[in-house]
């Protein structure tokens, strides 16, 4: 049954949304507050929300609002209690394609060892290094929605062996990936071990002491998904005994990281500020989630990227 929406409350402004009221001409778009006082007479039935939610977020929803939408993937740092039982979504996949080029890129600099091999004078040797490459070398992938999905068929196309575990039985949607029996199998078998799975209660430090000491020495470990998966302090111990040989890491718990943090130092850390969702468009992309659901709710339609309360993602 077809639903019927008047006004959109958003944390974006309003401009950043121009381009979706253009074409729903007889919405109401309004930009709310983060934090502090609400208008007393705003109302709206959509919320189109960050990702952390905000401050007010529990009074806001009580304003008409039946449907919320995030502009990120995870909502593990979203105050769930706020929400009720209204209709929650995400920009599921959104960021998939720019995710998995930067996975791609930490893979090739680790092998390529890059930017190391940049010649700011004259070398011992010209003509001579031993570097690695990507064919025939294993990426594990623990995960394997969209973000995995992108990664897999770009890794694939370099000639790697591609394995992954998921929380289902459901067999890979990517030919040529296969599926480990175990998280144990996967850990002993990756070259680079890549964390593109959500954070939940059951999935924090996964990566843990335990799960290191299955890892195959020199293991490269990319981490683009969220901190909390990482024991931070046995990872520390693991890059310092070379059983880690690098970790490529997009995220960290907390975030942001205090100054002086032993991340930003650690030489066989390469860190980035979370921003592995970022090339051109991606803002746009990240929007199309949205006003497809906003179409598919108004139509009456099943909604994409819907969260799983149970699962936490």
């Known amino acids: 049954m077809p639903n019927t929406v008047t006004r959109v409350l958003s944390h974006l402004p309003v401009d950043t949304l121009a381009p979706i009221a253009q074409r729903f001409p007889d919405i109401e778009f309004v930009q709310v507050p ?184 020199g293991v490269h470990l990319v981490n683009i998904a969220r901190g909390a998966l990482v024991d931070q302090d046995a990872l520390r111990e693991a890059l310092d005994a070379g059983v880690v040989a690098r970790a490529s890491l997009d995220v960290a718990d907390p975030e942001p990281l205090p100054a002086g943090h032993w991340l930003f130092q650690h030489p066989q850390v390469f860190l980035t500020p979370h921003v592995s969702w970022s090339m051109p468009g991606s803002l746009e992309w990240i929007l199309a989630t949205f006003e497809e659901n906003l179409r598919r709710y108004l139509a009456g339609e099943p909604l994409a990227g819907v969260v799983d309360r149970e699962a936490g993602y």
Not at 69 to 94: I, K, Q, Y
């Open 34 to 217: 983060t934090q502090g006082d609400i208008p007393p007479d705003l109302r709206g039935e959509v919320l189109l929300a960050f990702t952390w939610g905000s401050p007010n977020l529990e009074e806001l929803v009580e304003r008409g609002v039946e449907w919320i939408h995030t502009v990120g993937t995870g909502v593990d740092g979203f105050p769930m209690a706020a929400v009720g039982e209204r209709l929650l979504s995400c920009a599921r996949g959104a960021s998939a394609i720019p995710m998995a080029e930067w996975t791609l890129a930490a893979m090739l600099n680790f092998e390529k060892q890059l930017p190391q091999r940049w010649a700011k004078e004259p070398p011992p040797q010209w003509n001579f290094a031993k570097l690695g490459g990507l064919y025939g070398r294993s990426v594990c992938l623990l995960g394997l929605g969209a973000v995995a999905e992108a990664i897999a068929t770009r890794a694939i196309a370099f000639g790697m062996r591609v394995r992954a575990i998921r929380r289902t039985s459901k067999p890979s949607p990517i030919p040529g990936v296969e599926i480990a029996p175990s998280l144990d199998d996967l850990l002993a078998s990756a070259d680079h071990l890549v964390l593109a799975l959500a954070s939940t209660a059951a999935t924090r430090h996964i990566i843990d002491r335990d799960a290191l000491a299955k890892v195959k020495p």
